[in-house]
């Protein structure tokens, strides 16, 4: 293998790299991390690993990855391509292909790894394994097999636009700014929909044409790689769908699942929640649901009891409540986390509605009772805001503390407390009625330095000290007369 040159966030090679077809792999934060538990938790014993997440996010990359960095440490790595019987064997500088047999042995050494794309198959042996794998993979029966011995997950989230943009610089030059700006505000952050299916998507268009793409070429060339999307959106038009995007179970899963909804993990990459792809997913599939659909998806909240069905609730329950807020007509309970004080919201009927993609989009709206939904990628504390002083959080949860980083950072971007830094700001915590006579004040966090964790903060920050936590009850279990 050539000695590869890294600058930064990118990797560059002389060659095609095999699997990404690039002679550039650029280099995630989360690669570093997920890299560096790898071998922590390897050394620890442990030998199994999965790497998951949504569709084409680049869990093939990060088994390139992998490899490149083993290989600089001298050890033996077995890699294993997609849809492939082949391996491929990296030793003393040498490479070598062959079958399972041809290699059982040194697969079967401890210090070996063996790194297995996308194979929902994967060989049982003692050297240490490291299989990337699809939600749709993980579903297959054949699956269940390495999924019996309990293999340490990781989950790898989507891409930012600013790794994109960067990405698309050292990688996909080809692919103009403007297109993976646009893609990315409908698909997502998944490189496989905004970067290369966009230079395939402009080789079938133009062809090697050097010049300009002209705004009827970009049109087509963006409707192109953004069809398979389209095409999830056009079949979902119902919760049952919506609900089936959730399971593990392969009769039940349904395959456009990744293109509509995310998953994206927590700063440990052990955990994660759903996210739709991006708010316009979201806007275009609640255009599609008609009136009867949203009693259904109430009624599916109710009664959601099994283990995926529980993992989606949270994530259905903030659907209908932003519903409920864009339609307005509501009178909700609520009662302040501190003292006795309760009252009543209202929200009138077909309120005026905003949408913010960024902190400063917010100074675009200085009027009152309009419902602002934010881009969920950089509005981490808030889900909804009804001007000019109310924040909302959305939770299924009796536990649900505040990142004071987050919240701070939106305060101070509020028309209302830019105007008067004394102002009250009310942040509401809308819960289902179950857990609202038992949700109870939160506390404010912040990102400890040492331990990687949140914790308590130990001083607050002067921007939040007008704020009054509040609870607003939303009606879900029927009321018994």
């Known amino acids: 293998m050539q000695q590869d040159q890294q600058k930064n ?60 960095q083993l290989l600089c440490e001298d050890v033996v790595v077995i890699f294993q391509p997609l849809n492939s019987q082949d ?38 042996v003692y050297g240490t394994t490291v299989v990337s794998l699809s939600p749709n993979g993980i579903a297959k029966t054949e699956f269940q097999e390495f999924d019996k011995h309990h293999p340490i997950e990781y989950y790898m989230g989507p891409w930012t636009l600013e790794e994109l943009l960067s990405c698309r610089e050292h990688a996909f030059p080809l692919v103009p700014k403007e297109i993976v700006t646009n893609l990315f505000h409908k698909a997502g952050g998944v490189p496989r929909y905004v970067l290369r299916n966009v230079e395939a998507s402009i080789k079938d268009v133009v062809g090697n044409k050097e010049e300009t793409l002209d705004a009827e070429e970009k049109e087509k060339i963006e409707e192109k790689a953004y069809s398979r999307i389209e095409l999830a959106i056009s079949k979902t038009d119902n919760f049952d769908k919506i609900i089936k995007c959730f399971t593990e179970d392969e009769k039940s ?14 700063v440990t990459h052990r955990n994660y929640h759903y996210k739709w792809a991006s708010p316009y997913v979201f806007e275009r599939i609640q255009e599609k649901l008609e009136e009867t659909a949203w009693v259904d998806c109430l009624n599916k909240i ?32 609520i009662r302040k986390l501190i003292g006795e004080e309760k009252s009543q919201f209202f929200i009138h009927h077909n309120p005026e509605a905003g949408f913010v993609r960024n902190l400063s989009d917010l100074l675009k709206y200085s009027g009152e009772n309009i419902v602002i939904v934010p881009d969920k990628q950089n509005f981490g504390a808030v889900d909804l805001f009804v001007t000019p002083n109310y924040i909302f959080q959305v939770t299924v ?29 009310q942040l509401y915590f809308v819960v289902p009625d179950d857990i609202y006579d038992k949700f109870k004040h939160q506390s404010y966090t912040t990102r400890d330095k040492d331990s990687n964790e949140d914790r308590p903060v130990l001083r607050m920050n002067p921007a939040i000290k007008n704020v009054e936590q509040w609870a607003l009850k939303v009606q879900i279990n029927l009321i018994l007369e």
């Open 9 to 68: 966030n990118v990797i560059e090679h002389n060659e095609e790299l095999a699997v990404i077809e690039k002679k550039v792999l650029y280099v995630r934060k989360s690669y570093k991390y997920l890299y560096d538990q790898l071998k922590i938790k390897s050394g620890y014993g442990l030998n199994r690993f999965l790497i998951t997440g949504t569709s084409g996010i680049g869990k093939s990359c990060f088994l390139v990855y992998v490899l490149m």
């Open 302 to 333: 109710r009664h959601m009891r099994s283990p995926y069905e529980a993992s989606a609730k949270g994530f259905l329950f903030e659907c209908y409540v932003i519903h409920l807020f864009r339609t307005g007509n509501q009178k909700f309970e």
């Open 87 to 124: 391996f491929y064997c990296f030793k003393d500088q040498t490479i070598t292909c062959g079958t399972y047999n041809d290699f059982e042995f040194l697969l079967n050494l401890t210090t070996t790894w063996y790194l297995a794309d996308g194979i929902t198959s994967p060989q049982l």
């Open 397 to 425: 949860s009796e536990y649900h503390p505040i990142k004071q980083v987050e919240l701070t950072k939106v305060i101070t971007n509020m028309p209302v407390y830019i105007s008067d830094q004394n102002a009250k700001i």
């Open 253 to 266: 899963r349904v395959e456009i699942s990744n293109r509509i909804i995310h998953r994206w993990p927590d």
